[in-house]
């Protein structure tokens, strides 16, 4: 009797132990609907195919974690922006070139897996092809509290 327990504590411990090393639970977060935020990003950063002024610095694809009153002002130039508490929330805003033109976001989340993170983009895919042309898809949403040093990659429609 005392080996039979034995055999299935140790059974328990071997699962547990095999279990844990699987790594941390994925965490799916959706975005803060903010309509001051939306209406500010969506007419200074115009998503019609065309490099946004306020990315002329950058030449790549990138994801901006905002984090700051101050960063917005920065980045913006302007002094009448949204309120976004950032005590609580992040501002995630990026671009990514795309081989085609006017794409639009219908749907977006985060799958935060510890300090790696990864942002699904649903994106309109155009009715009728514009080749040989590209264009710039610019996105923004408010996510609770992102650390600065968060990874955050980028999936479009799920593929990558």
Known sequence: MKTKT?????????????????????????????????????????????????FNRIDKDSILIIN??????????????????????????????????????????IEKEGTNSTLFLEVSLPKEGHYPAFSWLYYWGIYPKIDNNTRISLKINNEN
């Open 6 to 54: 034995f055999l299935a504590l140790l059974l328990l411990v071997i699962v547990g132990c095999g279990c844990s090393k699987t790594g941390e639970i994925k965490q799916k977060i959706s975005p803060t609907i903010d309509k001051e935020v939306e209406t500010f990003l969506s007419t200074k950063i115009s998503n019609k195919g065309e490099k946004s002024n306020y």
């Open 68 to 109: 700051s009153e101050k960063q917005l002002k920065e980045i913006f130039n302007d002094t009448t922006i949204p309120i976004v508490n950032f005590n609580k929330y992040s501002l995630l805003i990026g671009q990514k070139k795309m081989p085609n033109l006017y794409y639009t976001v219908k749907n977006q989340f």
